[in-house]
């Protein structure tokens, strides 16, 4: 199937390549004999996929777009200040060659104007074994992901007519902006001009820009996110010249023309377009690539006045605990408290990359919960990226959160949010957050934290666990005397809480007592029917893979729990590998006892069946859950 991307930029070219127009810049024998039927465009998005259409291989010469990536360079090398010392940036309303130095200091009003562009090569030096040319092309090859080189042609034919340029730069050095010969600042300022590119070139260089830096294709940073922003803030008022005003209304993209035919236009976070053709109107610009970016903007709504809300679809979802229990076996007693009050927990995913409106989103959904609402757990596992706005934001909900006497629950897989939050908070004025890690991988210690009532903010690297976490907070708070203490006797399981008395002692008479050792592998997954194990004391773990094998299932089980009963719809297989967490006692009703049983006393037999069917519907209503197949 062909990408209707390609289709679009296709119909796009038909339909724009009538248009005429203007003529290829003159001033250069080498742009004044370009063929000015010559038409090309192409987009690469920040995730490295591009698009072309139309005259794709055509190379052509950079000339003025060089400058955005030369300024780039020397803010890399000095630090914004230093360089802005040599040259402002203010909007100059002037034309791109226009001999124009600020009064009494000889400063240009911005890097994007030829006077201001020769300074700013000025200010590169060789370094790393390279000369300044040197570092150039290899700074443009980078954000390019090829290697680029310098058109001798174009480099003669620039050198023979560029005298505005020579006259600009020995007037810089009177200035003392250029503290040196002029003479190789401006025959390497003709050498950055002349680099050849294609659209697709110009395209990856744009989306470097748009990636905060790293090129997309080739996934290296070619420069620091505060410098493109930089970049990319000159690039928006100055860019166009004297023609930067009608282009922020027109399309509102930092862009930068070249006489050359190209177009650079950056569309920040999203991707970078690249278009060439010769013709240019009376600002410098391509006619066509004119048109062809402001229908882009127009019919992709890429202008920035044209931002839909961001916000709306950070939350992925959010429902109450009762709807989605943790599948840990429980007395009908626990279960119904646990229903009961689950609308004290707000579970809420989030995900996709978070900014200052998907933060403020989540910030003032915490603000609307009701004051019965006694545990917020938020699900980040799905977060593919965070600014600082969130970070900062998300600290201040904590914050508020324990203030207000409540919890605050980060499933979070890769721990990577909330060590940014812990970490950021440290310097903060508002002070550092409480301890998020507290009984981390310590099952004991988080069951006796789950006890405790006081407010908490903990992570949790599944949200199986911070749902159990939030089960054994409800069971302290309103039924405390059905939590499990010391040695559970296997006839009060949930499991045989139907039978009598008499049926369920009678099976307790048949099990055998096993013990295990910290860290032990009590069943392994693929093992067949081994019995079912009753946990006397202790804890276990359970794990298994999730769906294709991409995601990692973790249960905990206390005593008066069950394992092992779900090989017996599973062809008679384990599923799951168990291990015991510290010392564990269970009581065993073999896989021989179980047959033997269907013989001698049917009736029991087909009680136990029923239990265990019953039992069974509640743990693969969370192993569907935990593999990511829930639905409301």
Not at 172 to 188: A, K, M, N, T
Not at 318 to 327: H, I, N, Q, V
Not at 524 to 542: H, K, M
Not at 622 to 627: F, G, L, N
Request: aromatic content about 6%.
């Amino acid at each position: 199937m062909r990408s209707p991307v390609q289709d679009y930029l296709e119909r796009l070219l038909d339909e724009l390549r009538p248009q005429d127009g203007g003529q290829p810049h003159q001033a250069i024998p080498a742009t004044a004999d370009m063929d000015p039927e010559l038409y090309g465009v192409a987009l690469t998005t920040v995730d490295g996929d591009s698009y072309a259409a139309g005259d794709t291989e055509q190379a052509f010469s950079l000339q003025s777009i060089s400058k955005a990536f030369t300024y780039a360079m020397a803010l890399e090398d000095l630090g914004p200040e230093r360089v802005q010392e040599k040259i402002d940036v203010e909007p100059s309303g002037d034309p791109f060659n226009e001999i124009s130095l600020q009064a009494g200091t000889g400063r240009p009003d911005n890097p994007m104007i030829n006077a201001g562009a020769i300074a700013t090569t000025s200010l590169i030096k060789g370094r790393g074994g390279r000369d300044r040319m040197g570092r150039i092309l290899n700074t443009f090859s980078e954000a390019a992901g090829r290697e680029l080189k310098v058109s001798e042609g174009v480099f003669r034919s620039e050198d023979r007519t560029g005298h505005r340029n020579r006259a600009l730069s020995w007037l810089l050095r009177s200035f003392g902006i250029i503290e040196s010969d002029p003479e190789p600042v401006v025959q390497d300022y003709f050498r950055q001009c002349s680099v050849l590119v294609t659209v697709r070139d110009l395209s990856v260089m744009a989306a470097t820009l748009a990636n905060q830096g790293v090129n997309p294709v080739t996934g290296e940073r070619v420069f620091a996110p505060r410098t493109v922003r930089w970049v990319l803030s000159v690039l928006s008022t100055c860019g166009m010249y004297d023609d930067a005003g009608t282009w922020a209304i027109e399309v509102g993209l930092p862009s930068k023309s070249g006489v050359g035919g190209g177009l650079l236009v950056v569309v920040p976070g999203q991707l970078g377009i690249g278009v060439f053709s010769p013709s240019l109107d009376a600002h410098g610009t391509s006619v066509r690539g004119a048109a062809t970016v402001k229908r882009l903007a127009t019919d992709l709504g890429l202008h920035y006045g044209d931002a839909p809300p961001v916000g709306r679809s950070v939350i992925r979802a959010s429902y109450d605990l009762s709807e989605a229990p943790s599948g840990v076996p429980r007395s009908t007693e626990a279960l119904q408290v646990i229903e009961a009050h689950g609308a004290e927990c707000r579970i809420v995913e989030i995900g996709g990359d978070i900014g200052f409106s998907e933060a403020e989103t989540l910030a003032r959904l915490t603000t609307e919960l009701p004051e019965s609402v006694r545990t917020l757990m938020v699900d980040v596992s799905k977060v593919d990226d965070f600014g600082r706005a969130a970070v900062r934001i998300l600290n201040q909900v904590v914050r508020l959160f324990i203030a207000d006497g409540r919890d605050l629950l980060l499933v979070d897989d890769d721990r990577r949010l909330t060590e940014t939050m812990v970490e950021s908070a440290e310097g903060s004025p508002y002070g550092a957050l409480p301890n998020p890690f507290e009984a981390e991988g310590d099952r004991e210690a988080r069951a006796r934290d789950g006890a405790d009532d006081a407010p908490a903010f903990r992570l949790f690297l599944s949200r199986s666990l911070a749902v159990e976490w939030v089960e054994q907070r409800l069971l302290n708070r309103h039924a405390p005397g059905l939590l499990p203490v010391g040695r559970q006797d296997p006839a009060r399981s949930p499991l045989l809480e139907l039978f009598t008395a008499a049926d369920a002692r009678t099976l307790a008479d048949f099990m055998e007592t096993r013990d295990y050792r910290p860290g032990q592998v009590i069943r392994r997954a693929g093992q067949p029917f081994g019995g079912i194990y009753f946990i006397t004391s202790g804890q276990v773990e359970l794990t298994a893979q999730g769906s294709g094998g991409r995601r990692y299932r973790q249960v905990f089980l206390s005593p008066g729990m069950i394992f092992g009963e779900i090989a017996l719809g599973q062809a008679g297989r384990q599923v799951t590998t168990v291990r015991a967490v510290g010392p564990v006692t269970t009581q065993v009703l073999t896989a021989q006892v179980i047959s033997a049983l269907e013989e001698s006393d049917p009736r029991l037999a087909i009680k136990l069946w029923s239990a265990l069917a019953r039992d069974a519907y509640t743990t693969v209503e969370q192993m569907i859950r935990e593999t990511g197949a829930r639905s409301d």
